[in-house]
């Protein structure tokens, strides 16, 4: 089992930044790639990010990239997304995700197996 503990949520102006945090624990040595997903107000869950854990391979959705950027340290077992260039529109709750196995495709909810309670980002206009 793998348990992931998001945090750095909050409240920002548009325009600002955040930076997230996923701490992961438990058979941490066995996963595959993490990623990041978020869940706005009455819209279904979407992908944001994933990185890969060896070889810190990395994608994102059209809507963050060049503002997002999504690292890893190894060392301490924890996932970032640096968040950047906020727009109200990235206003949502934010969730970590784990996948223990290679995938073909890792923008999908259904690739992974162990999630975060999640984080909230609220970007105000």
């Known amino acids: 089992q793998v348990q992931l503990v998001e945090s750095g949520g909050g409240l920002v102006q548009a325009g600002g930044s955040l930076r997230l945090s996923c701490a992961a624990s438990?058979?941490?040595?066995?996963?595959?790639?993490m990623a990041w997903f978020r869940q706005a107000p009455g819209k279904e869950r979407e992908f944001v990010a994933h990185?890969?854990?060896?070889?810190?391979?990395?994608y994102y959705t059209d809507s963050v990239k060049g503002r997002f950027t999504i690292s890893g340290d190894n060392a301490k077992n924890t996932v970032y997304l640096q968040m950047n260039s906020l727009k109200p529109e990235d206003t949502a709750v934010y969730y970590c995700?784990?996948?223990?196995?290679?995938?073909?495709?890792?923008?999908?909810?259904?690739?992974?197996?162990?999630w975060g309670q999640g984080t909230q980002v609220t970007v105000s206009s």
């Open positions: 990185i890969t854990w060896t070889g810190g391979a990395t």
């Open positions: 995700a784990a996948s223990r196995f290679w995938r073909q495709v890792l923008n999908m909810e259904r690739s992974y197996d162990y």
């Open positions: 438990g058979r941490t040595f066995s996963m595959y790639a």
